[in-house]
């Protein structure tokens, strides 16, 4: 079935450093995918997005590119703050499913 | 603040009761989903209301289930109440009925079963 496959945290990285976090999905179809943000005691908010293969979607300093050949949308920050600390989700949707299927979730701790 | 707003923000109770959840969707939204957020299940979409009538539905249990009303603000009750149904149970909107549109989280209700 269709899944998002993202990595396991807790990150844990010091300010201004490169942040990578892994996304890869598996769905028939075309998916639109998107990443959300959720900050401590807050619900989640979007992120980036992007809806067709070779998007890159950015928002904040973050961005993500679709790549179809390997079915992957790996989030990307160059310098990160403090304020970045929060739990990534990675998320795809397929309009036929009328559903947004989210990931586990990376918890990003940023160190000063 | 995402402009959709869910009541009550805690709710402590006990087993074998039952609970109702409320949801306002932002203005002029027409779509409702509900979702799960526990820690070893991650976030778990349950169902989706669109000007409402039930869209799609998830992994809601039987004992759960929703419902909108026409002023679009939606309920979740949650009855026979277990131990597991502890968890963070998040409202989102959106203005269409397809999930390309983007989703506006509420800022949760987080229900602790005793």
């Known amino acids: 079935g269709d899944s998002v496959t993202q990595m396991e945290g807790p990150v844990t990285l010091s300010e201004e450093a490169f942040l990578t976090i892994n996304c890869t999905y598996t769905?028939?179809?075309?998916?639109?995918l998107f990443w959300y943000v959720q900050y401590p005691g807050e619900g989640l908010q979007l992120l980036l997005k992007a809806t067709k293969a070779d998007d890159k979607g950015s928002n904040k300093g973050f961005e993500a590119t679709y790549r179809k050949e390997t079915t992957s949308f790996h989030l990307e920050k160059g310098s990160v703050q403090v304020s970045d600390s929060a739990v990534y989700f990675c998320?795809?949707?397929?309009?036929?499913?009328?559903?947004?299927?989210f990931g586990k979730g990376t918890r990003l701790h940023i160190l000063p | 603040d995402s402009g959709v707003t869910q009541t009550p923000k805690h709710l402590i109770t006990a087993t074998g009761q039952r609970v109702t959840l409320r949801c306002s969707p932002r203005?002029?939204?027409?779509?409702v989903y509900w979702y799960q957020q526990s820690l070893d299940q991650g976030l778990q979409f349950l169902i989706q209301?669109?000007?409402?009538?039930?869209?799609a539905k998830g992994n809601i249990l039987e004992r759960f289930s929703a419902q909108q009303f026409p002023d679009l603000h939606s309920e979740l009750n949650l009855s026979s109440l277990e131990l597991g149904d502890s968890a963070l149970y998040f409202c989102a909107s959106s203005a269409g009925a397809l999930e390309s549109y983007e989703q506006y989280f509420g800022p949760g209700t987080r229900l602790t079963v005793t």
């Open positions: 998320a795809l949707s397929l309009p036929r499913d009328d559903k947004i299927i």
């Open positions: 203005s002029g939204d027409l779509s």
């Open positions: 209301y669109y000007n409402g009538e039930e869209r």
């Open positions: 769905a028939t179809g075309y998916p639109s």
